[in-house]
């Protein structure tokens, strides 16, 4: 299939996965989409670490958010390290990897410091930059893996509530088609993911099978 008629997915992985034997296993499963993805991680206990120090060393909110990109970035490089994955820091780049046939993983720095549509702060957390990723990159549909499950009847609000998505999340989604999968989606997500179909529930208006 030409480059072009190949969807594109972009999934972000949540960094509360990281000492979870269920980050490895999602990695197998996503191995098994047929076409083009873009992974993006969390922050991990990198990100936590920006939390934590910001009350004692008292930078602003901006520079916490710059630093949370970062740490999403360090996230990368170690799960690129451990599970044989390759970076990417640019679309070009991204596409590349896509050609090898080949999971692109985001190294976020780059693109987000350059950007003028993102607001700086903790509203922001890398759920918003994963889905200003799949917007920028025009993705078919974006993937949210989650430690937690959804309700079939899920809306973007009632996931900003709950603290699943973070508050600007709808803001940056802006039409894009997205999924939660969390931990009861793991069972059949290989089998879902091979044959072009998205694991866990669908959101608002998004479909579940986006290719064949």
Known sequence: MPREARPLLVAKIGGS?????????WIEALRAWPHRL????GGGPFADAVRAAQPKLRY???TAHA???????????ALARLHDL????????????????RIALWRASEMVSAATDIAPGW???????????????????????KSVDIGADSALPGLVSAGVV?????DYV?????TVAGPRALAHATQKLASGALPGVPVASATQKIAS
């Open 67 to 77: 630093m949370a990109v970062l740490a999403m970035e360090q996230y990368a490089l």
């Open 166 to 170: 973070d508050p600007a999340f709808p």
């Open 123 to 145: 509203d922001v957390t890398s759920d918003s930059l994963a889905a200003w990723l799949a917007r920028r990159c025009g993705a078919s549909a974006l993937l949210m893996i």
């Open 174 to 178: 802006d039409g894009t088609p997205v």
């Open 86 to 101: 390759d970076l990417a820091a640019t679309p070009d780049e991204m596409a590349e990897i896509h050609e090898r046939g």
């Open 17 to 25: 996965l990281h000492d979870s034997p269920n980050l490895a296993r």
């Open 60 to 62: 602003d909110d901006e």
């Open 38 to 41: 873009t992974l993006v991680s």
